[in-house]
């Protein structure tokens, strides 16, 4: 039996900057991954891009967070977003920021994010087991010992990390191994919900809008007949129902309405630059500079193409028709549609297609100030693993590797 001064469980961000950061401090790690190599569910983060961080300011950063914000002050206090950009260009990767403070490698491959983080790995001379799975983590005489892996292989350590993250993407790996081991040695797991999930939508004639998006819409959540989410962004239909951006955001408060209301419905303003004096005064010149056009053809201005004829037949208002022939009242549903398109939530996606997963284990339980276990001696949890979660931006990858560099300075 190997016996090392650490164990971290998980070769996520969260693991391997765990790793990485007591390599530094000359500590004896073994880092053990479930997969055949680390990093599998970065590489697919950012649809292959990653987006590793966000630019903001701390409180603007921290509003993005759920309700275990406050938790996390400590960890962005010690290793924040300009600390996490300077670690990889410290290891020549270009970084680039993007539209809202997001921040990719300039390469555009996620790839790239892996390949420095496993050359520091072996930099600091960490030993990485891949292909084995932890089964239990060993406690006698309430002290911590090691772990127990499936195929019977005990390794030896009197600190271990849990960093397995959560539910989401089990080809990944992710399939709550962590919240299992955490819950048998005495912690509270907050319940599991998907968080940053497709919608699904019960209108089936937004089916054939999939593939569409939209780069700057406004989805307004109601539940009960009252607004309790508003978003401003990038949207995209999917054969189910929607997606993108805006829509992952929203989610996690639709979930919530679901388990409360029956009837939960979404808005789309197409046009939310406009209010509707600009909006009518947009489609009379429309109607006046095309009159000789049907209106399908003149909404070409107005619209995606693929969108209009299902748009123009849920207004009641019938394609062919010329701009001349369009009294005052369907030109008012045609403006209700473009401001408030009104779609019948169904649900959500599962946790397992959610980016990341809600819940977890409980902040009270943990130190946030070294990532330790108040119940717990030499236990550590860095990661999704957590019951933190933010918005899309960035901000659930800087969470990870922010909390992983916590818990490596302590194990």
């Known amino acids: 039996m190997e016996k090392f001064d650490a164990i971290i469980i998980g070769a996520g961000p969260a693991g391997m900057m765990a790793a990485i950061r007591a390599g530094e401090r000359n500590r004896n790690i073994l880092l053990v991954e479930r997969n055949n190599t680390p990093g599998k569910k970065l590489l697919i983060s950012g649809k292959g891009r990653c987006n590793l961080t966000n630019s903001c300011d701390i409180e603007d950063f921290l509003g993005k967070f759920s309700r275990s914000r406050h938790f996390l002050r400590n960890a962005f206090a010690k290793f924040f977003n300009t600390d996490l950009m300077s670690f ?3 290891n020549r990767l270009e970084l680039k ?14 790839g790239d994010i892996l390949n420095v983080l496993k050359a520091k790995l072996k ?20 002290k911590i010992e090691g772990i127990l892996t499936y195929s019977n292989k005990r390794f030896l350590a009197p ?8 539910l989401s993407y089990p080809g990944t790996g992710s399939t709550g191994d962590g919240y299992r081991i955490a819950r048998n040695l005495g912690h509270k797991i907050m319940p599991l919900r ?39 962004g990038e949207m995209l239909f999917t054969h189910f129902g929607l997606s993108g951006p805006v829509v992952l955001d ?36 429309e109607f006046k500079t095309n009159s000789g056009k049907s209106i399908k053809n003149i909404f070409k201005n107005l619209l995606p193409r693929g969108i209009i ?5 849920y207004c009641g208002v019938s394609g062919n028709k010329g701009a001349s022939q369009i009294p005052a009242e369907e030109r008012k549903r045609l403006i209700k549609g473009l401001f408030d398109l009104r779609l019948t939530v169904k649900g959500v996606m599962p946790v397992k297609d959610g980016i990341v997963t809600r819940g977890g284990v409980n902040t009270k339980e943990i130190n946030p100030k070294t990532m330790e276990s108040r119940l717990v001696k030499g236990l550590f949890f860095a990661g999704e693993i957590i019951d933190i979660d933010a918005k899309t931006g960035g901000y659930n990858m800087q969470a990870a590797f922010s909390t992983g560099w916590v818990c490596g300075d302590n194990l």
């Open 250 to 285: 929203i989610s996690a408060d639709l979930y919530d309405a679901l388990k409360l209301k029956s009837d939960v419905t979404i808005s789309i303003n197409f046009k939310p630059a406009l209010d509707y004096k600009k909006l009518d005064a947009r489609l009379l010149r």
């Open 123 to 142: 930099n600091k001379n960490i030993k990485v087991l891949s292909g084995e799975r932890a089964r239990e983590i060993i406690v006698k005489d309430k």
């Open 159 to 166: 600190r271990i990390a849990i960093a397995t993250g959560g």
């Open 309 to 313: 004829r299902r748009f123009l037949e």
């Open 88 to 90: 990889f260009e410290n």
């Open 194 to 232: 998907p968080a940053l999930s497709p919608i699904l939508i019960k209108e089936r004639f937004i089916r054939d809008w999939q593939g569409i998006s939209l780069k700057n819409a406004r989805l307004t959540l109601f539940a009960g007949g009252k607004r309790i989410d508003e978003r401003f």
């Open 97 to 110: 920021k993007e539209h809202g403070g997001r921040v990719f490698p300039e390469s555009d491959k996620s």
